[in-house]
């Protein structure tokens, strides 16, 4: 079992920078792919990036390519979303999830999830 707890929403402008903490609980941490989906009010949760156990490989949606980028510290037992040139449209709350798979981006393919925290870009 594992428990993933997101943090360092906030209100930003446009054009700004943010960072995201994922903090997992438990000694299995580096056995899991790590994830970070988006949602906004009506629509479905959105894939964006992972990383895989190592941290070694990333992959992410072409929406967010080249301005996110996902790293981890298995020794810390956290996953961070850095993310930057920020724009309205990245307004949602963020959550990181687990999954035993790299690469699946389906929201059913994770086993785990955190609680979501806000992020919202001020145009």
């Known amino acids: 079992q594992m428990q993933l707890v997101e943090s360092g929403g906030g209100l930003v402008q446009a054009g700004d920078s943010l960072r995201l903490s994922c903090a997992a609980s438990g000694r299995t941490f580096s056995s899991y792919s790590m994830a970070w989906f988006r949602q906004t009010p009506g629509k479905e949760r959105e894939f964006l990036g992972c990383i895989s156990r190592s941290g070694y490989s990333t992959y992410f949606v072409h929406s967010v390519e080249g301005r996110f980028t996902i790293s981890r510290d298995n020794a810390k037992n956290t996953v961070i979303l850095q993310m930057s040139s920020l724009n309205a449209e990245d307004t949602a709350v963020y959550y990181c999830?687990?999954?035993?798979?790299?690469?699946?981006?389906?929201?059913?393919?994770?086993?785990?999830w955190g609680q979501g925290t806000q992020v919202t870009v001020s145009s």
């Open positions: 999830a687990a999954s035993r798979y790299y690469g699946v981006t389906a929201v059913n393919e994770y086993d785990y």
